[in-house]
């Protein structure tokens, strides 16, 4: 397992994704050079035709701003026709350079850290596993993609995918949705039961009277922490935890929450679209986005550990 980024970015094979990267920036270049051109002459052609048809013998100045004000509404839906048009020209390569992506390298980010990993990026994780979280109790519309399953060690289970939960009252009208969550969800094995349930939420979203106060002021900051069995809360956040989670969460700005039920954790990070593609006009793979990516799993695999060895050494 390579833990330093660098490392791990030098040693990726970039062939197929070269290619792609390539042939995009090739396209992207003639697409922008006919691009304005092309909305420049329809836009003159429909302004001419609308002063043939108004049967004007000449035009001066006057007349044309005139005539083109009065074209306004109908050059703009041209416009946009032409525009989205070319988008669908450019998403075409954008698609295959995102599929590439995730085989060559979202692939190997999650092998770096999981054995037997299965990465299905059409795979949805089952609303079911979602639900054992115990989170929102109003949300009616569930999304999810990006299936990603694995075992740590050869032997803890580890399922995560990006999910999207949604709430609407009002009907089936999208404009009308309040999106609950939108990030990554993991669901990892940790192997003994706490016959506890252990909530770190964030800050100032557990009521004081069922809060457990810990011992560091820093984490107290970011975090409130519910235990049905405060001794067992103690015993596992550990110091080392708590700076695992306060590093995390100061480093990148995520916004996270966790739930350990019995023998199971559960990690949400609010991070919206995760392990997506994004294109750099400089270097055929955008370093700066696998990094984050590759941070992410790394923070999840981290706790992961640290949390089965603690409940391992923890007596309960």
Known sequence: MERN??????????????????AKKIENSKIRKIEIPII???NILIVYFSIKD??????????FISIFFSEIPTLFIVDVFILVFFSIIYTKKDNMYNKIFKEKVMYKIFENFLNDVEYVPKKQMPKSIYKEGKYEKYENKY???????????????????????????????????????????????????????????????????????????????YFDVFSTNKIIGMQILTHD??????????????????????DSMYIRLHVGNMFEAELSSDSVINKRIVERYFYIVNFI?????KMIQTVEETEI
């Open 143 to 221: 999304y999810s993609d990006d299936y990603v399953e694995g075992k740590i060690d050869d032997k803890y289970l580890i399922k995560m995918a990006e999910i999207t939960t949604k709430y609407n009252n009002k009907g089936n009208n999208p404009k009308d949705d309040v999106t609950i969550f939108s990030g990554l969800f993991a669901k990892i094995d940790i192997g003994k039961s706490i016959n506890n349930e252990l909530r770190i939420e964030l800050n100032k979203t557990i009521q004081n009277n069922k809060r457990l106060e810990m011992d560091s002021e820093e984490f107290e900051e």
């Open 40 to 42: 420049i002459i329809v």
């Open 241 to 262: 935890i708590m700076d695992l989670l306060v590093n995390f969460r100061n480093q990148y700005k995520i916004l996270f929450d966790i739930l350990i039920i019995n």
């Open 301 to 305: 695999y981290s706790l992961s550990k």
């Open 5 to 22: 980024f660098d490392s791990f970015f030098n040693s990726l094979q970039e062939e197929q994704l070269k290619k792609i990267w390539e």
């Open 54 to 63: 108004n049967d004007r013998s000449y035009i001066n100045f006057l007349n």
